[in-house]
């Protein structure tokens, strides 16, 4: 890494074992932490500490902060992480070199109310702009979220979690029941405390088990793995993790699932939306 005067390297262990393979994206957040991507997961250096942020997921591409601190990755398509949530972006395309347009879907992860479209304007220097202009210059630009008798505002229960390994230190597999109606996907992680995801980062799936056979584990280190399941309203629930695994020793399943908390409060529903007052969305563009 280059800081303006001289070129430090950085080794495996120089970095608390956290950069473990090859880096592919950096970027820097707007409180001068400089991030890291690889191997599906997220490594973030203080300037004194090298440490393993807590949002995980399987991020493999592209990613960048705008100026609000909100992380825009590319994960199957553009995604934003905002107050503590991912959300999806869909058919995202470039009209020219400076126009995007992506679509999104609202689910239960936006609280019902009336919302406003602004774009931050940001120079090539960095600058965010105050104009605060509307994305669209006609009353388009404010919309009501509210949902039908179908929407539930209420997360999934967490699945109760088994995990085992055949004894080698390259496998780890888990199963799971699901304790909720209406899930259509789930995600696991793989780390050496309870909820931790410094193995592997989010991965996601539909299937409700999964045998792992590349990983690099330490004899007699112990791992658990964590699942969370989405439901139908885009809710995620909270931690359900696994038994403990000894790396290298094989041990019947048994199903203890600890609960973490989520640093995600789901939203509250707003059963009736005022018109007096709208959120804002702030979209980041580019000036050139």
Do not use: K
Not at 106 to 122: E, H, K, L, R
Not at 212 to 235: K, M, P
Request: glycine residues 10%; aromatic residues 14%; contains cysteine.
């Amino acid at each position: 890494m280059y800081d303006g005067a001289g070129w430090q390297y950085w080794g495996w262990a120089d970095t608390n074992y956290r950069l473990n393979c090859d880096v592919n994206g950096i970027a820097e957040a707007p409180d001068g932490t400089i991030w890291f991507s690889g191997c599906g997961n997220f490594v973030m250096y203080d300037g004194v500490t090298w440490s393993t942020p807590s949002i995980g997921s399987s991020y493999s591409a592209s990613f960048m902060f705008d100026n609000r601190s909100n992380l825009w990755y590319n994960n199957n398509g553009l995604n934003v992480r905002w107050g503590g949530a991912d959300y999806p972006f869909t058919d995202g395309q470039w009209l020219s070199p400076t126009r995007f347009q992506a679509g999104y879907d609202f689910d239960a992860n936006v609280p019902p109310g009336y919302y406003v479209v602004q774009m931050d304007v940001v120079q090539m220097d960095g600058v965010l702009g105050d104009d605060g202009m509307a994305a669209y210059a006609t009353s388009g630009d404010r919309f009501q979220v509210d949902f039908g008798a179908g929407v539930t505002l209420d997360p999934p229960t967490p699945p109760q979690v088994a995990a085992s390994t055949d004894g080698s230190l390259r496998q780890l597999s888990a199963s799971w029941q699901a304790n909720s109606p209406h899930i259509d996907q789930y995600r696991y992680a793989i780390g050496t405390t309870p909820g931790a995801r410094n193995v592997v980062g989010w991965t996601y799936l539909t299937a409700t088990s999964f045998t792992r056979s590349d990983l690099t584990l330490v004899q007699g280190q112990t791992y658990y793995i964590t699942i969370q399941a989405r439901n139908t309203s885009g809710l995620w629930s909270v931690d359900g993790v696994s038994n403990v695994v000894m790396g290298g020793q094989v041990a019947p399943p048994t199903a203890t699932p600890t609960l973490t908390p989520d640093p995600f409060t789901p939203p509250t529903a707003t059963p009736t939306p005022s018109a007096g007052s709208a959120n804002t969305i702030y979209l980041p563009t580019v000036r050139r």
